[in-house]
């Protein structure tokens, strides 16, 4: 099988490739089979030949936001890495291919005087993983920049490359139409407004500072858990558990975060194997050492379980498993 992916995709395929060296959790065993696409042709090429040669496939983009098993990947990893992008300042667009660096276009955003990206200063990966997953923060989200995603859809092993409008990506709390359907992004159009680049400068560098005093340096896969949406139940029920009121601003938010969720059950350093909640932001699940993939299904199964018992909210994962 190798000789005939080269065949079709060139000698840049590798066999075994350790999937921990590819993903920010540093966490996972091999991909049978593994190839770095430059761009969103050599996206469609790939994934046409996995399908063509009935070998199962996953498109993986910065590496943050997941989670390989300890066994690998039994199949086709692509890793999307590319750097076409272009901007058209006049209409306030930019066009990207989807594994281009997110940190690159938000820069690029701010130098071309073009506002609306300044909160995903610091944010990791790539466009098309942002898009997929709907990243947000601060209360913004990618959505919210989005005027069109050109995406392959694969569905029963039909193959076919489609464009979206924003509407139809169908937006939701990190979640779109692609991370519910298994689209893969290809490119995306941007579209942003005009701003003062010293306001949008100031802004940017403002968040980068906020970050830096919270987000965790060890390895992770960023948020492990998504922040819980604000009902009068969820209010009710949390009250009933905890014998506690919401703080007031999370209420005004609508999110009540996870992580302080997981430090009302007193999970902060919580540690199992390699896997450890973070002392600096409950919400991170960090690789404090030789954690394995196997540690970290285990503490995310803990902190799920105490959090449900002990105020009644059931978590769920933001980040996604491979390989499993």
Same mark, same amino acid.
């Not at 209409?91 to 989807?98: L, N, Q």
């Given at each position: 099988?190798?000789?005939?992916?080269?065949?079709?995709?060139?000698?840049?395929?590798?066999?075994?490739?350790?999937?921990?060296?590819?993903?920010?959790?540093?966490?996972?065993?091999?991909?049978?089979?593994?190839?770095?696409?430059?761009?969103?042709?050599?996206?469609?090429?790939?994934?046409?030949?996995?399908?063509?040669?009935?070998?199962?496939?996953?498109?993986?983009?910065?590496?943050?936001?997941?989670?390989?098993?300890?066994?690998?990947?039994?199949?086709?990893?692509?890793?999307?890495?590319?750097?076409?992008?272009?901007?058209?300042?006049?209409?306030?667009?930019?066009?990207?291919?989807?594994?281009?660096?997110?940190?690159?276009?938000?820069?690029?955003?701010?130098?071309?005087?073009?506002?609306?990206?300044?909160?995903?200063?610091?944010?990791?990966?790539?466009?098309?993983?942002?898009?997929?997953?709907?990243?947000?923060?601060?209360?913004?989200?990618?959505?919210?920049?989005?005027?069109?995603?050109?995406?392959?859809?694969?569905?029963?092993?039909?193959?076919?490359?489609?464009?979206?409008?924003?509407?139809?990506?169908?937006?939701?709390?990190?979640?779109?139409?692609?991370?519910?359907? +298994? &689209?893969?992004?290809?490119?995306? %159009?941007?579209? #942003? =407004?005009?701003?003062? *680049?010293? @306001?949008?400068?100031? /802004?940017?560098?403002?968040?980068?500072?906020?970050?830096?005093?919270?987000?965790?340096?060890?390895?992770?896969?960023?948020?492990?858990?998504?922040?819980?949406?604000?009902?009068?139940?969820?209010?009710?029920?949390?009250?009933?558990?905890?014998?506690?009121?919401?703080?007031?601003?999370?209420?005004?938010?609508?999110?009540?975060?996870?992580?302080?969720?997981?430090?009302?059950?007193?999970?902060?350093?919580?540690?199992?194997?390699?896997?450890?909640?973070?002392?600096?932001?409950?919400?991170?699940?960090?690789?404090? +050492? &030789?954690?394995?993939?196997?540690? %970290?299904?285990? #503490? =995310?199964?803990?902190? *799920?379980? @105490?959090?449900?018992? /002990?105020?009644?909210?059931?978590?769920?994962?933001?980040?996604?498993?491979?390989?499993?």
């Amino acid at each position: 099988m190798i000789d005939k992916l080269k065949e079709k995709l060139g000698e840049g395929v590798l066999e075994n490739e350790p999937l921990a060296s590819h993903c920010t959790f540093k966490i996972g065993g091999p991909a049978k089979y593994f190839f770095i696409a430059k761009n969103s042709d050599e996206v469609v090429n790939a994934t046409k030949v996995a399908m063509k040669l009935g070998i199962k496939f996953f498109v993986l983009s910065g590496g943050s936001n997941v989670l390989f098993a300890d066994t690998g990947f039994d199949g086709l990893v692509v890793k999307v890495n590319s750097s076409w992008f272009m901007v058209h300042g006049a209409d306030c667009k930019i066009e990207t291919d989807a594994g281009v660096k997110l940190a690159e276009v938000v820069k690029a955003a701010a130098e071309n005087g073009l506002s609306g990206l300044e909160w995903a200063a610091g944010i990791p990966g790539t466009v098309g993983g942002a898009v997929r997953g709907n990243a947000g923060a601060y209360g913004h989200a990618m959505g919210e920049s989005v005027e069109s995603v050109e995406a392959i859809k694969v569905s029963s092993f039909k193959f076919q490359v489609s464009s979206y409008n924003k509407e139809e990506c169908r937006f939701g709390y990190r979640d779109s139409i692609f991370k519910r359907e +298994g &689209g893969i992004i290809l490119k995306v %159009v941007l579209k #942003l =407004a005009t701003g003062d *680049k010293k @306001k949008i400068k100031e /802004e940017m560098n403002k968040i980068l500072k906020a970050r830096d005093g919270k987000i965790p340096t060890d390895s992770s896969a960023g948020s492990f858990f998504k922040n819980v949406e604000v009902t009068d139940e969820i209010v009710k029920t949390i009250k009933e558990y905890t014998h506690e009121d919401i703080p007031a601003d999370f209420i005004s938010r609508g999110k009540i975060p996870a992580a302080w969720l997981i430090e009302q059950c007193d999970l902060k350093g919580k540690q199992v194997g390699g896997a450890k909640v973070s002392e600096k932001h409950a919400n991170f699940i960090v690789n404090a +050492g &030789g954690a394995t993939a196997g540690d %970290v299904v285990a #503490l =995310a199964s803990l902190v *799920k379980t @105490k959090v449900r018992n /002990e105020t009644g909210v059931q978590l769920n994962e933001e980040i996604e498993y491979v390989g499993f």
